[in-house]
């Protein structure tokens, strides 16, 4: 069975920088394309951006809210995405999920919920 | 970048009744190559993760019931569930997987009238 966990979400100031993980089992992580998803209080969903199997390249795109201050990484060895998050801002408060890109997603982490406010 | 536009906002529907969703892309998501629409369907229950419905725009996930279909090509798509039961309230938002960024539509609310 698939399991996602993420973790480190929790709260931070404006400005400040924050690291989510994402432990994942149940597939063969290395050769999956995996995406971080995230959804604001009461809101829809965004997509953050992807990072491609090293297969694949290993590389990242990212929406265009984050670009330059969010970096998607990942470490085969340990079955674990990152999500490296700078210079945040209030906007970035919001459940953030971790999932494989099929190229849907499925399935979903329980997410972890980040909280930027002074 | 493709936006999703999604139709109704929300929408109450009689238990045993059908409910449509409606889904709008703003440029096609079908794929010539190989005969598909990069379009999915997730569902999202209070306090959940999403839950993948329907991809390829008309392929049930395995376990999803069948009063769930997806249907439509091109821009435009339709989520039905064709009898509503208690366990169908939630908030049903349908993807574009065609190009970056990935896009969501806004949700659809649906309860029970």
């Known amino acids: 069975e698939v399991h996602l966990v993420e973790s480190g979400g929790g709260l931070v100031k404006p400005g400040g920088s924050l690291r989510l993980s994402c432990v994942v089992s149940g597939f063969t992580f290395s050769n999956a394309w995996m995406t971080w998803v995230r959804q604001a209080p009461g809101k829809g969903l965004e997509w953050v951006g992807h990072i491609k199997s090293e297969t694949d390249g290993g590389t990242t795109d990212y929406a265009a809210p984050v670009k330059d201050r969010f970096i998607i990484s990942r470490d085969d060895s340990k079955n674990t995405l990152s999500l490296e998050m700078n210079s945040l801002k209030t906007e970035d408060t919001a459940v953030y999920y971790c999932?494989?890109?099929?190229?849907?997603?499925?399935?979903w982490g329980q997410g972890t919920l980040v909280t930027v406010s002074s | 970048d493709i936006v999703m536009t999604q139709s109704p906002d929300s929408l109450a529907v009689s238990l045993g009744e059908r409910a449509t969703v409606n889904c709008k892309s703003s440029q096609s998501v079908f794929y010539s190559s190989n005969n598909k629409n990069f379009l999915a369907w997730y569902q999202q229950k209070p306090g959940q993760p999403p839950k993948l419905l329907i991809y390829w725009a008309s392929t049930r996930e395995s376990g999803v019931p069948d009063r769930f279909s997806g249907s439509g090509s091109g821009t435009d798509f339709t989520l039905t569930i064709s009898s509503l039961q208690t366990e169908d309230v939630a908030v049903y938002y349908c993807?574009?997987?065609?190009?970056?960024?990935?896009?969501f539509g806004g949700g659809t609310k649906v309860e029970i009238k």
């Open positions: 993807q574009q997987y065609y190009s970056t960024p990935l896009t």
């Open positions: 999932t494989p890109e099929i190229p849907w997603f499925d399935p």
